[in-house]
């Protein structure tokens, strides 16, 4: 057995930490580890001293910390105190000193400002209590102070919207027109009445007298003039003391605005149906069939019949013709109108002349080559040509059926809609030099351009494209090994 013994009183050999001249009580421990072996505790030294037997030694060393009397834990706080105090005021000073601001009359402006943010709170809580039962509509805050009730504007209107019935030559056609004088002069889309057989128009029920029958308020109708380019056709019927529209101006509309349309929705079942919603968008440049065309947009719902009725105002005025043909061109919840300040030269022109006077034209129809038949049949993609008016500039300049027109005044082109954009910016009697495709080569031709009387010029023909077939595979054969650059 190994006997370990640690005098405490020798503190000289020993480094004291605490040991800064005055006396500290320290307290050693030293341990043996082995077989158990408990030999006492020893309480003056303060150590524990077991005797076991064994190989390994532990001491560790644990001093006692220094207590402190209960004078000095009372000077100490009292000292704490007062160096708060000193350094409370001494910041004071200096604030005061630096800013020239009063500390305290700091605080009396936040507690103010607290104040002011609880008085806040209560008129906020206020007026989370305002009446809400009575809320205006979508349609009240889309109108000026001064616009007619909806169910006003339909009464006013009404009178002037009218059903249109065509009889094609593969089956029938319905659309809505707009009674523009009391004699009979109707509006409508030329998509509505092109070629029609025959067309009838029917009046709304408000004509109608006690005993009336339908067929007393249909009306048979001419075809006045019509133009595919802005898509206006104007139509004469018997009848008199019509009720006419009155027109506003659709230059003065405004974006969010109301906006209302009557009409006649998928056929005369649904006549003089009524839908409302806002101005969407003015100015809309959109090409639809190779027309080019400024338009109105608005989210009241435009369908099928719808074409060729009035756009309205709050102030029951006709600011525009819709054409559901765009609309449903361009996608569900998108209507679209033509502006009655662009129409009404149109109209005039059209009840004036039959066709809109001034108007350039090639003296020529034809179609568009696509990119399907240009790739197949190794042809460039134009304007081809099906037939040249008798006498027409064109005929003049030498251009015959099948020549593609790829370029006019050294402006490439690849549709009819490309074509018309150049032409349209030239006057009748100006000269415009044409490029066409013809038998592998590239011809200039200078063409004086007519005025344009035939609503079928530079259109697109109604011709299916499996007619083309046999023309398309004629260059075919004559061109299979020509690169086309242009």
């Known amino acids: 057995m190994i006997m370990n013994e640690f005098n405490n009183n020798n503190t000289n050999n020993f480094y004291d930490p605490y040991d800064h001249g005055e006396h500290r009580e320290n307290s050693y421990n030293y341990r043996s580890s082995g077989s158990a072996g408990y030999n006492g505790y020893r309480e003056a030294g303060g150590y524990t001293d077991f005797n076991q037997q064994g190989s390994s030694n532990e001491f560790y060393y644990s001093p006692n910390k220094p207590k402190k009397t209960k004078g000095k834990k009372v000077l100490t706080g009292i000292i704490a105190i007062l160096s708060i105090i000193a350094i409370g ?84 056609a319905t659309g809505s027109g707009i009674v523009m004088s009391s004699d009979g002069y109707i509006i409508t889309n030329a998509h509505v009445v092109k070629g029609a057989k025959s067309v009838s128009v029917l009046l709304p029920k408000t004509y109608a007298k006690e005993g009336t029958k339908e067929e007393e308020l249909t009306y048979k109708a001419t075809i006045v003039g019509q133009d595919n380019q802005t898509d206006i056709a104007v139509l004469k019927i018997d009848a008199k003391d019509l009720k006419a529209c009155e027109f506003g101006k659709s230059s003065e509309i405004q974006v969010g605005e109301i906006s209302i349309v009557i009409g006649n929705p998928l056929g005369l079942s649904l006549a003089n ?61 998108l ?18 002349n039959g066709y809109v006077k001034g108007r350039p034209s090639l003296g020529v129809t034809g179609r568009n080559v696509s990119s399907t038949y240009s790739e197949y049949y190794n042809i460039p993609r134009g304007y081809m040509v099906v037939s040249v008016k008798k006498g027409s500039g064109a005929e003049k300049a030498g251009v015959k059926a099948n020549d593609i027109i790829i370029g006019i005044n050294d402006t490439s082109i690849s549709t009819l809609g490309e074509l018309n954009v150049v032409k349209n910016k030239c006057k009748v009697g100006d000269k415009v030099k044409l490029t066409v495709y013809r038998d592998g080569k590239m011809i200039d031709l200078n063409v004086t351009l007519d005025e344009a009387t035939n609503t079928e010029t530079e259109s697109s023909t109604n011709q299916n494209e499996d007619n083309y077939s046999q023309q398309y595979k004629n260059y075919s054969d004559l061109f299979r090994d020509y690169m086309y650059n242009f």
């Open 273 to 333: 149906s009524v839908t409302s919603g806002i101005i969407s968008a003015k100015d809309r440049i959109l090409t639809v069939e190779d027309r080019t065309m400024n338009l109105i947009q608005t989210d009241a719902s435009i369908n099928n019949g719808n074409s060729g009725g009035p756009l309205i105002n709050a102030y029951g005025q006709v600011i525009g013709i819709t054409s559901a043909k765009v609309s449903n061109t361009y996608g569900e919840g």
């Open 335 to 352: 209507g679209f109108a033509i502006p009655i300040d662009e129409a009404m030269p149109i109209i005039q022109s059209l009840m004036e």
């Open 89 to 172: 005021t001494t910041s004071i000073v200096g604030y005061t000193l630096i800013t020239g601001k009063n500390p305290v009359s700091t605080e009396a402006s936040t507690s103010a400002k607290l104040d002011s943010k609880s008085d806040s709170a209560e008129q906020d809580d206020s007026s989370s209590k305002v009446d809400r039962s009575n809320l205006p509509t979508l349609e009240q805050l889309a109108t000026p102070a001064d616009a007619m009730k909806i169910p006003d504007i339909v009464t006013k209107v009404s009178p002037s919207v009218v059903g249109i019935s065509c009889i094609l030559s593969n089956g029938t």
